[in-house]
């Protein structure tokens, strides 16, 4: 059983940054992704990196957010600058493994004045 266990949310003011974790209980070469769902809002992949190290983002966050890895932790960061009201979200870690999707529990992150 895959355990994605996400860390790093809160409250933080426009302009602020934070710094999602999601340590993983399986080896991290692989795709791992970063989703987010706002309230009455379809979950959205906000970025990936690959096993290859490769990484895409989507456009609302492109210049804004970095995804990274540390592989000898398995775990994976989500650096959010430049934050914004409508990045309120819930923020899910995401991998597969053996055709199977997995997800974390997800991190609150409340981007308010």
């Known amino acids: 059983q895959v355990q994605l266990v996400e860390s790093g949310g809160g409250l933080v003011q426009p302009g602020g940054s934070l710094r999602l974790s999601c340590a993983a209980s399986?080896?991290?070469?692989?795709?791992m992704s970063w989703y987010r769902q706002a309230p009455g809002k379809e979950r959205e992949l906000v970025a990936t990196?690959?096993?290859?190290?490769?990484?895409n983002y989507a456009d609302s966050v492109k210049g804004r957010f970095t995804i990274s890895r540390d592989n000898a932790k398995n775990t994976v960061y989500l650096q959010m600058n430049s934050l914004k009201p409508e990045d309120t979200a819930v923020y899910y870690c995401?991998?597969?493994?053996?055709?199977?999707?997995?997800w974390g529990q997800g991190t609150q992150v409340t981007v308010s004045s």
């Open positions: 990196v690959t096993g290859a190290g490769s990484t």
């Open positions: 399986i080896s991290i070469f692989r795709d």
């Open positions: 995401n991998t597969e493994s053996f055709g199977r999707l997995f």
